[in-house]
């Protein structure tokens, strides 16, 4: 069945999938098209050492500064006190040589124990 038009219709008074893909061709081939040719235009900007003269980043002026002349926006270091005195500290390192050591002697032992078991 047909329409005014000449598409094709099914049973239904509905047009057909092929109609449907008839209809809608030439806008898919403008889309394919100008898609192509953006994609194009993209690709072209990236491909040598000028790029697409309007779509340049703009430069801002920023006055050149020397090395060490930055400005310095950071708070000055509060003086604090040492978390430990020298004499908690040779204390702290005392007790890990001594739990170091312990660690080591079981060790030992457990290996020469595990020897002597095996015949």
């Known amino acids: ?4 038009c000449g598409e094709k219709m099914n049973s239904a008074g509905r ?10 061709a ?3 081939r403008v889309c394919a098209a100008s898609s192509g040719l953006l994609l194009g235009l993209a690709l072209a900007g990236c491909a040598g050492e000028s790029s697409i003269p309007f779509l340049e980043p703009k430069v801002p002026d ?3 500064v020397e090395a060490g002349n930055f400005p310095n926006f950071s708070v000055p270091p509060t003086p604090r ?8 500290l040779a204390k702290l390192q005392a007790e890990l040589e001594n ?3 312990d660690a080591q002697r079981r060790l030992q032992q457990a290996d020469s124990d595990a020897q002597k078991d095996q015949p």
């Not at 047009?15 to 809608?24: G, I, P, W, Y």
């Not at 006190?81 to 908690?88: L, Y």
């Open 81 to 88: 006190p040492p978390a430990m005195s020298p004499e908690e």
């Open 26 to 28: 030439p806008f898919l």
């Open 1 to 4: 069945m047909e329409d005014l």
């Open 62 to 64: 920023v006055p050149k």
């Open 99 to 101: 739990a170091a050591n």
């Open 15 to 24: 047009l057909t999938f092929s109609a449907m893909r008839a209809r809608a």
